[in-house]
Each structure stands twice: as C-alpha cells, then as structure tokens.
Nanobody, 131 residues
C-alpha cells in the first residue's frame, strides 16, 4: 500500500492562490494515475484533475484555466496549483493514486475519473475560499 500525504491547504480570499502537494511513499510501478478529488459538505466526492504516466491530463470543467496539475517523478510528489480561487472551490481536497491499468466499460484503456477506481488515498486537506 502506497502512503499519500497532502499538504498546502488553508484559507484564502476569493481570487487568491494555493498550492497543494501530495508526497507518495516509494512505489516501483512506472504506470500511475495521480489525481486530486474534492468533497464539499453535503456533496459527493468529485474529480478535480488527474495526470498519468503518459502525460495525459484531465480537469473538471469548473477548474479549467485556473488549476494546474503536475507530478515530479524524482520526488514522487503530486502538485495542484490553484489560482483565481472561488468560494465554490471550498472543500476537502484528497490526493488519490492508482498504479495499474484502467479500462472503461468498452474495454478500452482510459483514465479513471471516479473515486471507486482509485486504490490509495491521502487524509485530505481543507481549502476554504471566502468571498
């Protein structure tokens, strides 16, 4: 089991920026999907962004142009740069990882976007954006 540890959450005003980090314990797999999810009170956990070892990146529509995901292989650390933050970005942000292939319902290789498709989770970090 790979251990994931997030840091970088906090409270900012609308329009501000935060950078989240997620340090992963050592893993030997060269294949990975590393993602950020978030969960607001009373809402389901949702995908924010994911990056894989082939360099594919996905963002949920609401953060496109404002958030940037990156992964430092040498440090085994995932980042999420969040700019132009809005009150609706307020949530607990979770780092998640999957170190095996993923196939969609049609049997084609794809990028997982649901919480159930990830095997490793961090403890979460709170992000609060005030108006």
């Amino acid at each position: 089991q790979v251990r994931l540890e997030e840091s970088g959450g906090g409270s900012v005003q609308s329009g501000g920026s935060l950078r989240l980090s997620c340090a992963a314990s050592q893993h030997t797999s060269s294949r990975y999907f590393m993602g950020w999810f978030r969960q607001a009170p009373g809402k389901e956990r949702e995908l924010v962004s994911v990056i894989d070892n082939d360099g594919r990146i996905i963002y949920t529509d609401s953060v496109k142009g404002r958030f940037t995901i990156s992964y430092d292989n040498a440090k085994s650390t995932l980042y999420l740069q969040m700019n132009s933050l809005k009150p609706e970005d307020t949530a607990v942000y979770y780092c998640a990882a999957r170190f095996r292939r993923y196939f969609n319902l049609y049997g084609a290789p794809d990028v997982p976007n649901l919480p159930k498709d990830y095997d490793n989770w961090g403890q979460g970090t709170q992000v609060t954006v005030s108006s």
